[in-house]
């Protein structure tokens, strides 16, 4: 099968109530009643945006910021960004994000933070409540303000503290088991502080060792049920016992990155030998374009809190 294009029709602590709100920056228009028969749409900073006819899942974004091309960088070489093509190509991720079913709250960009449209790095979104990181990258601890009065409306908040270090690019959740890579964004203290917060929860974190490569999900991320995407040359299948796995394409080593929702995936089709692969796996595969952002290493995971309403 040939790569599309387009996809759809788009170019430890007590829970507080739900709806108590601490000091905030901004807030988010009220919600709209939802409406099942109809297509819904919020105006979030100006902007439209387009919401699934039946919501099951909240998917909490950010703005590219005018400032991207001073990304952090850690593999990859400093490249152009093209700042109005990424908008494109974010848009275009939200709207797939909203084909499956995601309430789309989109919290806008801040020029001061370069990298905060990769909003899965400031926080870890469990049923039960949300872990706010603290990211290894210094430049990039600021983003998480904005991100913790979003989350606030619908989870119960703990925070990881000083000296930890952890990037919400380095947890892999597999249902009860939480996999967080050993990476430069993410020091010890901070998976053993994880580990903590969420042992009264039922929840067990596990460290992976990973080498030549960002983050965790970087090198494998969950594609179906029983299957994960993966880069072997960045992290060792043999910590993933009973998964079936399917090897990125030698060409395409960055490839491993890949967005799960309900049965379908989220996947960039800068990597049409991987698609192919999926594919061939029996994979459902909605792909979107997404090379600006991944000149500043980023992939489809990153751009998004994905969590459901509980």
């Not at 100006?46 to 909240?58: D, F, P, T, W």
């Not at 926080?123 to 603290?134: F, K």
């Not at 913790?148 to 990037?167: F, G, H, N, S």
């Not at 380095?170 to 050993?182: H, P």
């Amino acid at each position: 099968m040939g790569v599309p294009s387009r996809f759809g029709d788009v170019r430890g602590v007590e829970r507080e109530p739900r709806g108590r709100r601490a000091d905030r920056r901004f807030q988010f228009p009220p919600r709209p009643a939802r409406d099942s028969d109809r297509t819904l749409a919020r105006r979030v900073s100006g902007e439209s945006v387009v919401l699934a006819a039946v919501v099951s899942r909240i998917a909490i974004t950010r703005g590219v910021s005018a400032t991207i091309n001073d990304c952090e960088l850690t593999h990859a070489t400093r490249t152009p960004i093209d700042v109005a093509l990424a908008r494109e190509q974010h848009a275009a991720y939200e709207s797939a994000l909203a084909s499956r079913g995601c309430e789309i709250r989109r919290i806008p960009a801040d020029d001061r933070y370069p990298d905060a449209v990769f909003i899965e790095d400031t926080a870890i979104v469990l049923d039960e409540l949300a872990v706010i990181t603290r990211p290894g990258a210094e430049s990039r601890r600021g983003e998480r303000d904005a991100v913790a009065v979003a989350l606030a409306e619908y989870r119960t908040l703990v925070r990881i503290e000083a000296p930890a270090t952890i990037d919400g690019g380095d947890v892999l959740q597999l249902d009860d088991v939480l996999y967080v890579g050993r990476t430069p964004r993410t020091n010890g203290e901070g998976i053993t502080q994880l580990r903590e917060l969420l042992a009264p929860y039922g929840y067990r974190v596990v460290a992976v060792n990973v080498d030549g490569c960002l983050h965790l999900k970087s090198a494998v991320t969950r594609v179906g049920v029983d299957a994960l995407l993966m880069n072997r040359r960045w992290v060792s299948p043999s910590n993933f016992d009973g998964l079936r796995i399917i090897d990125v394409d030698h060409v395409e080593p960055s490839a491993a990155n890949g967005l799960r929702i309900g049965n379908r995936v989220i996947f960039s089709e800068e990597f049409p030998r991987t698609l192919r692969k999926l594919e061939a796996a029996g994979i459902d595969v909605i792909a979107v374009p997404a090379g600006e952002l991944a000149k500043a290493e980023g992939g489809v995971t990153c751009c998004s809190l994905l969590f459901r309403l509980t």
